[in-house]
Every structure is written in structure tokens, then in C-alpha cells.
């Protein structure tokens, strides 16, 4: 069985569940944590400045951009692995790219794609290598296959890769601020606790209607791009 059991023979823990932990932490060796999308340029002009308006940015990105783009399109990546549907999986890739604003934010997804890639296939999961091309454009495409082949429902798929997000650019609002770690939680749990309706948004979306612009996030980060001093590589 691939369930662990309680003594008395009823489910314990999913080993999805584990697996999709493992997926989105932060120690995973795909250089998130060297960027902040664009957050370092927001914080340099003021317009981040403090918890709230912290908040206020990454959930203006949840609701505008993750929710109509990243979340709908992690979800079609998945369904075109499950089918073994290598231009599927392809043609939302290069839709995902064509809608990164700027080219430091195209170069953070292929950067950390070939970095996803790699590591699948340092997993060994089945049919990494002979996928490589196709998911090292895209770490969403990595994770969506990823997901597929560890079986973890769309949903908790989908909830996680917005969590792990989320934690990420509030680890680097922590340091560029700076938040304390305690405002820095407090703003990871409210936005926690709005990733379950951007899911649900995500999910009822039809093809026609995935899409985004973040005019702000697109200044920051073309402004970013020239930034004299930055910690952050987006």
C-alpha cells in the first residue's frame, strides 16, 4: 500500500501529501530564493514600506496575476502530462512566457526551469529525462510534472505552488523592508488564507479567459532590471 496505516488499519498519512512538501520548500535547490519579482525595486521606491503594504502587494499579485495566469496554467500543465500530451504541454508553456512582462521575469522562469528540470531528473522520477526539453523552459511545467507523477490532486497542487510563492517573496520582504519575523508570518497567514478562493478561481477559468497584466509589477520589474544596488536577481 502506499498509504501508511494507523494501528487499527485506517489512513494515516498520504505520501502525496509528503511529496508535495517536499515540492514546494523552500530549500529546494532551484535558486528561488534569489528573487524577489521585482519587490526589491518596490521596496527602493517606497511603494513597499511596511507589513501592509506588503500584504497589499503580494495580494494584489494573488488575486490579479496567480489566480488568472500561473494557477489556471499549472492546471492545463498537469492535465497534458497525465495525457502524455507533449505539445499541450508546450503550447501553455510558451503562453506562460509570453505573458512574463519583461525579460528578467522570462529569465527567472527558464532559469529556475532548467534548475526543476535537473532536479527531477537527480530524483530519477520516471520520464524526466526523456521530458527535459519540455519542462527546462518552465518551472511550472518541472512542478506540474512533478505533481502528475507523485500523484497529488490538482487542487493541493495548485494550493501549494501558490503557498510556496507566497512564502517566498515574503522571506525576501523580511529581508528588504525589512519586516520582522513575526509581521512577516502574520502576512504569510493572510495570504495563506486566501490561496483556497484564488484556487477555486483558477480552477473554473475556461481557456479564453486565462490571462493577466500587473502594470506595477511589469514597472518594478523593468526598473529593477537597471537597479544600481540589488540583493535580489528579479
Same mark, same amino acid.
Given at each position: ?6 494501528? +487499527? *488499519? ?20 532551484? *535558486? ?12 527602493? =521606491?517606497?511603494?513597499?514600506?511596511? =507589513? ?8 494584489? @499579485?494573488? !488575486?490579479?496575476?496567480?489566480?488568472? %495566469? ?22 501553455? #508553456? ?7 512582462? #519583461?525579460?528578467? %521575469?522570462?529569465? @527567472?522562469? *527558464?532559469?529556475?526551469? &532548467? ?13 524526466? =529525462? ?37 512564502? !517566498?517573496? $515574503?522571506?525576501? =520582504? $523580511?529581508? %528588504?523592508?525589512?519586516? +520582522?519575523?513575526?509581521?512577516?508570518? &502574520? $502576512? ?15 480552477? +473554473? ?19 529593477? @532590471?537597471?537597479?544600481? #544596488? &540589488? %540583493?535580489?536577481?528579479?
Amino acid at each position: 500500500m502506499d498509504t501508511a496505516t494507523t494501528e +487499527g *488499519g485506517g489512513p494515516l498519512l498520504s505520501p502525496a501529501l509528503l511529496r508535495l512538501l517536499h515540492l514546494v520548500s523552500p530549500s529546494l535547490p532551484v *535558486g528561488a530564493f534569489t528573487y524577489s519579482q521585482a519587490l526589491e525595486w518596490a521596496v527602493e =521606491a517606497g511603494w513597499v514600506a511596511d =507589513a501592509a503594504a506588503t500584504e497589499h502587494w503580494l495580494m494584489g @499579485e494573488l !488575486n490579479a496575476t496567480l489566480a488568472h %495566469l500561473d494557477l489556471p496554467v499549472a492546471a492545463r500543465m498537469m492535465a497534458a502530462v497525465a495525457a502524455d500530451d507533449r505539445d499541450g504541454l508546450a503550447q501553455w #508553456t510558451h503562453l506562460l512566457l509570453a505573458a512574463r512582462e #519583461t525579460s528578467e %521575469l522570462r529569465a @527567472e522562469e *527558464g532559469q529556475r526551469g &532548467r534548475a526543476m528540470a535537473d532536479l527531477l531528473r537527480a530524483w530519477d522520477l520516471p520520464g524526466s =529525462a526523456d521530458w527535459r526539453d519540455l519542462l527546462a523552459p518552465s518551472q511550472t511545467a518541472g512542478f506540474a510534472f512533478a505533481a502528475v507523477r507523485w500523484q497529488i490532486p490538482v487542487a493541493e497542487a495548485l494550493g501549494g505552488l501558490a503557498f510556496a510563492w507566497a512564502e !517566498n517573496l $515574503v522571506l525576501a =520582504a $523580511v529581508k %528588504l523592508v525589512p519586516l +520582522g519575523q513575526s509581521d512577516g508570518q &502574520r $502576512v504569510l497567514m493572510r495570504i495563506a488564507g486566501q490561496i483556497p478562493a484564488a484556487v477555486d478561481l483558477a480552477r +473554473g477559468l475556461g481557456d479564453d479567459d486565462i490571462g493577466a497584466s500587473s502594470p506595477a509589477l511589469a514597472i518594478a520589474s523593468a526598473c529593477h @532590471e537597471r537597479q544600481y #544596488t &540589488r %540583493l535580489f536577481r528579479s
